[in-house]
């Protein structure tokens, strides 16, 4: 199965500030990559498909980018309401694969 | 909007069957273009693909829970359901229920999670 590596697992931050939150295949996963966001007890949300398409009602501060097995997800200034989980997940063979985790603290 | 909504027995004793309903509100399950799909999270770990059902009966799992998965679904009720046999500690997690596109499999939306606690 292709493994998605997430770095960093934890990332420090204060509202305002840019992040940057990288993902990685052992594979190449096309363009075949999702973004999800999670709060605990919070249905999970898709943030961004397709790599760079943002699903319906995600602000423009969030933006994907990458190809082959490098992806990220930037937040231009973080807002109190994004320090959340962040997933990565790869489409592109079965089993759908997730990566570890980024937590934004 | 779709909206879904996990129901089920928060507890379940080592070695019996977990059991799961995930309820369609806002949409209907007998749309050709989607798979109803189970997620779970398992604690301190990241997020695993359990499998999906189409409405009309095709399935697909992870071949790490083939053995002891089966998805269903009841299009009458606009509900499917998880079942998974042989229940351990380690099948202790949060399980989500998701919408999952045909075409291009992100899962969009989701159900907001049950905790399972496997324990006797």
């Known amino acids: 199965e292709v493994v998605m590596t997430q770095s960093p697992a934890t990332l420090s931050v204060s509202p305002g500030e840019r992040v940057t939150l990288s993902c990685r295949a052992t594979q190449s996963v096309s363009g075949n990559l999702a973004w999800y966001q999670l709060k605990p007890g919070q249905a999970p949300r898709l943030l961004i498909y397709r790599t760079s398409t943002r699903a319906t009602g995600i602000p423009a501060s969030f933006s994907g980018s990458g190809s082959g097995t490098e992806f990220t997800l930037t937040i231009s200034s973080l807002q109190p309401e994004d320090f959340a989980v962040y997933y990565c997940q790869q489409y592109n063979k079965w089993p759908l694969t997730f990566g570890g985790g980024t937590k934004v603290e | 909007q779709v909206q879904l909504q996990e129901s089920g027995p928060g507890l379940v004793q080592p070695s019996q069957t977990l059991s799961l309903t995930c309820t369609v509100s806002g949409g209907s399950i007998n749309t050709w273009g989607y798979y109803w799909s189970w997620v779970r999270q398992q604690p301190g770990k990241g997020l695993e693909w359990i499998g999906y059902?189409?409405?009309?009966?095709?399935?697909n799992y992870n071949p790490s829970l083939k053995s002891r998965v089966s998805i269903s679904v009841d299009t009458s009720k606009n509900q499917f359901s998880l079942k998974l046999s042989s229940v351990t500690a380690a099948d202790t997690a949060v399980y989500y229920c998701a919408r999952e596109l045909a075409t291009d499999n992100w899962l969009d939306p989701w159900g907001q999670g049950t905790l399972v606690t496997v324990s006797s």
């Open positions: 059902i189409h409405y009309s009966g095709s399935t």
